[in-house]
């Protein structure tokens, strides 16, 4: 261990006591341990003379005296126990005086290079004569070699480590002294502070001092030992010594439960594992319990899953209670993340869940691991990962989790809404969900979560299932909702929260923004209850960057949008009208959705923004009027026969006073270039919406023809062209043969486009191919640009 020491006798040995020239060996001039005495009367090292022996015999030669070179008769050798006893006491002399010098010199005082030879001294002493161990723990050695490691020299630290690792091996009583106070704190320190000798030194004692099983707890309680040692097994480190002592270390201290518990909160899983599956009963369940409790990243779920995932199965399907809630709290523990869940569905962890979930008789879970078991189910099915899902949908399981969610407390109320959730996230078992809700009326029920204030996580639940169930039971939440004014009231506060954008509140945004935009029954609920205005803060406060959220702001605002339009499908309703042109006015909202139309990458936003931007425009022909004018003065002939006074500043297609804010027209708010920008758009239903909203402006009992002229001036006849001959979908197509026919209206323009062949040919395809009224109105545009006879200028009008 000491590369830099030597181990000649004659070197440590000389000058502490008188060495007598018969203790000598002749060959190895090192004083003897075995002395042999040959016929002739000389004395040697047994096994320097035997050596000289077989030199002999290889040489052919008979054996022989090495010093007189006389021949002998044999090679036998007789022990000379006299000169052995005489030089083991000499020995045990010359080491008791070296021990006092060493004594004398082990004090932090004295010169460096005498501390270093009184170190060097014990060590050599111990390596040569076990039993003198005894005499350095009689010498108290220990306790003054530990003093040294006080000492702010690096090498005199480290030839006391060496030192301390040469006195206590395999010596219980040493490891036993060396143990008492702070001494292993002080190694644990050197792991992390010392040189790499130093540390190396440190690591072979921690080691040494491992061997006891009684120190190993000794060792692990110590702050920051086991972390230091596990992080010395997976360091880089170019010592592989130091790697290598700290693995060896470990493993000794495996045989302390309590120090595997630790290894584990540290990441060393290995040997927690290890006993979970080959323990004792007791030691398996002492250790699943425990992993059921540590926190794990994703990757040691994983490596869980891999190693014990089959033995946890096996104990929560058929082990005793206890054994049954350890497993299941591991199982738990590790089933949140998709690499982990999607190994435990591969091993079979699903049918013994659902059973313990479901059944009831002899020896079933008590309700709380009923709540873990649903947890489990939970994290499994919200995983994203694309698994067969039709096990848990068949043979009334649905319709056994609604029963349950009625039936038991809140806890597990969340934990089997989370199944629900991730039932209804996926394509093939939500039809399942929502007939099973449809058929038991469960609706009622699920919409009273939102009112829960107390369970955040229920509450947040219920929304989610909501949410996702919204698609396909728009009406029946409509009623739910229409139903307790407390509930739509909780949703809208729950939108309206005075926080960073959360995963609920795009969830109840959603899920109002997905209920049917004509019940104008619920959207007078939704006006009493303020939500609107709400809405319409959300919505401002986004876009003016003082609301944020960036996980969840794309969902959030879309509801948001989504919800806040249906407002402009009020209009039509005698008793909502005013009340909805009042708001509209009041918030601008026409400016708004102007805007809106313009959030470029969220199609949907688009989308909305322009319907919404329609209903407002159609809503124009009914707000805008004339102004009022004082009324003639006839004072005198000549004034009654004057001409009425010229009215100027009166919209060009409505011809009367407008205003974007007052009667929502399009015209006056610059909306036209920004709807005609979006027939480029890809995504089809942005194209629809604008060219509907565009429609708005060419409507009967509007002036068509000045209509035309401000869609020009925009370039929107060459986009509406280019919809219309691109043929993306029927619906735009119907949408913009409609448009090209009130366009080619205007004899100029009808004759360019007649000489646009694509643009007949569209016209020809959807005269031919189109529904009923699309034909009629390509019919017409083809009369336009004379591709069919206009036959009411050839036959007289019937009466």
């Not at 039809?431 to 955040?456: P, R, W, Y």
Request: proline share 3%.
């Amino acid at each position: 261990m000491d590369g830099s020491e030597s181990d000649d006798s004659s070197h440590f040995e000389r000058g502490v006591d008188h060495i007598y020239e018969a203790f000598i060996c002749p060959l190895t001039k090192e004083v003897m341990h075995d002395p042999v005495t040959l016929e002739n009367g000389r004395t040697f090292e047994r096994e320097a003379i035997e050596k000289w022996f077989k030199k002999c015999q290889d040489s052919n030669k008979p054996p022989s005296c090495p010093i007189t070179s006389q021949e002998l008769s044999s090679a036998d050798v007789s022990p000379s126990i006299a000169l052995r006893n005489t030089i083991e006491e000499w020995r045990w002399r010359n080491d008791a005086a070296k021990l006092d010098v060493a004594r004398q010199a082990l004090f932090l005082g004295n010169d460096e290079s005498d501390v270093l030879q009184a170190l060097m001294n014990v060590r050599q002493i111990c390596r040569s004569i076990r039993s003198n161990r005894q005499g350095v723990r009689n010498s108290q050695l220990v306790r003054m070699i530990i003093d040294v490691l006080k000492s702010n020299s690096h090498k005199v630290r480290y030839k006391a480590l060496q030192t301390l690792q040469v006195v206590v091996e395999g010596d219980e009583e040493s490891k036993a002294i060396l143990a008492e106070g702070d001494t292993v704190r002080t190694l644990v320190k050197f792991l992390s502070h010392e040189p790499s000798k130093g540390k190396e030194a440190a690591v072979s004692l921690l080691f040494e001092l491992s061997k006891s099983e009684a120190l190993c707890e000794k060792i692990g309680s110590v702050n920051g030992a086991l972390i230091l040692l596990v992080g010395l097994t997976s360091s880089n480190s170019v010592n592989v010594s130091i790697v290598d002592k700290a693995e060896r270390t470990l493993e000794n201290m495996e045989r302390s439960e309590e120090v595997v518990r630790q290894m584990a909160s540290y990441g060393r899983l290995q040997p927690l594992l290890g006993k979970i599956l080959e323990g004792s009963p007791e030691t398996k369940l002492s250790m699943t319990t425990f992993l059921g409790e540590l926190s794990l990243n994703n990757d040691t779920k994983v490596y869980v899953a891999q190693t014990v995932g089959s033995s946890l199965i096996d104990l929560m399907r058929s082990g005793d209670m206890p054994q049954r809630e350890a497993a299941l709290r591991a199982l738990n523990n590790i089933s949140s993340y998709e690499g982990s869940a999607k190994l435990l569905i591969g091993i079979g962890i699903l049918p013994p869940l659902i059973k313990d979930l479901f059944y009831v008789g002899p020896n079933n879970l008590p309700i709380r691991l009923k709540e873990v078991s649903a947890t489990i189910l939970a994290n499994i099915v919200n995983i994203g990962y694309d698994f067969d899902k039709a096990t848990l949908v068949s043979d009334n399981r649905v319709e056994n989790l609604l029963y349950l969610i009625s039936n038991t407390g809140p806890s597990i109320q969340c934990k089997l809404l989370e199944v629900l959730v991730g039932l209804t996230t996926c394509q093939k078992t939500v039809v399942h969900v929502v007939s099973a809700i449809k058929t038991s009326g469960a609706i009622i029920s699920l919409v009273q979560f939102v009112e829960v204030k107390e369970n955040e996580d229920l509450r947040l639940a219920s929304v989610k299932l909501l949410h996702n169930l919204s698609p396909f039971m728009s009406e029946e939440l409509a009623d739910a909702l229409r139903g307790t004014a407390g509930q739509l009231d909780s949703l809208v506060a729950i939108i309206s929260e005075k926080i960073p954008i959360s995963e609920e509140q795009a969830a109840a945004a959603g899920l109002l923004a997905e209920l049917p935009e004509r019940d104008l029954a619920l959207t007078r609920e939704m006006l009493t209850v303020g939500a609107f205005e709400k809405i319409i803060s959300k919505v401002v406060g986004i876009r003016q960057g003082e609301i944020k959220g960036m996980r969840f702001e794309r969902n959030f605002l879309e509801g948001l949008v989504r919800i806040l339009s249906r407002i402009t499908f009020a209009f039509s309703n005698e008793t909502l009208q005013t009340r909805a042109i009042t708001f509209c006015r009041e918030y601008n909202v026409a400016s708004l959705f102007i805007h809106l139309i313009q959030s470029n990458g969220q199609d949907t936003i688009q989308m909305v923004s322009a319907m919404a931007l329609e209903n407002l425009s159609l809503e124009s022909i009914n707000l805008s009027h004339m102004p009022d004018l004082p009324p003639p003065s006839c004072g005198s002939i000549f004034s009654c026969m004057s001409k009425p006074p010229v009215i100027t500043g009166l919209c060009k297609i409505h011809h009367g006073v407008c205003s974007l804010r007052e009667t929502f027209c399009l015209v006056e708010g610059g909306a036209v270039e920004k709807l005609v920008a979006l027939l480029d758009h890809e995504n089809d239903k942005v194209v629809e919406a604008s060219l509907a909203a565009l429609s708005s402006l060419l409507e009967d009992g509007l002036d068509v023809e000045k209509g035309v002229k401000i869609l020009d001036e925009a370039d929107g006849i060459r986009h509406v062209l280019n919809v219309l001959t691109e043929n993306r979908t029927e619906k735009l197509t119907r949408r913009a043969v409609w448009l090209v026919e009130r366009i080619l209206r205007i004899e100029d323009i009808a004759r360019e486009v007649a000489e646009q062949p694509n643009v007949s040919a569209s016209l020809v395809d959807a005269f031919q191919n189109g529904d009923f009224r699309t034909r009629q109105i390509a019919e017409n545009a083809l009369k336009h640009i004379d591709k069919i006879p206009n036959f009411s200028g050839i036959f007289p009008t019937m009466a």
